[in-house]
């Protein structure tokens, strides 16, 4: 029966790990912080106070020959 809970604490151990690596970092909270990130800064976001968006992707030529 002893086994039972080591085996919970070593499970615990082994995806402690992934679950912080999924964590996500906050936007950048001003401009030039955003620039830096390479993100847009959108000055109507944020209640007027200005917001760091994500870069839309690059458009790629995807017709066929």
Known sequence: MK????TAVIGAFAFTP????QTATPAPANKVD???AKMKWDE??????????????????????
């Open 34 to 36: 955003c620039e830096k």
């Open 18 to 21: 992934v679950a912080i690596a």
């Open 44 to 65: 109507k976001g944020n209640a007027g106070k200005g917001a760091c968006v994500a870069a839309a992707p690059a458009a790629k030529d995807t017709v066929k020959k």
């Open 3 to 6: 086994l039972l809970p080591i």
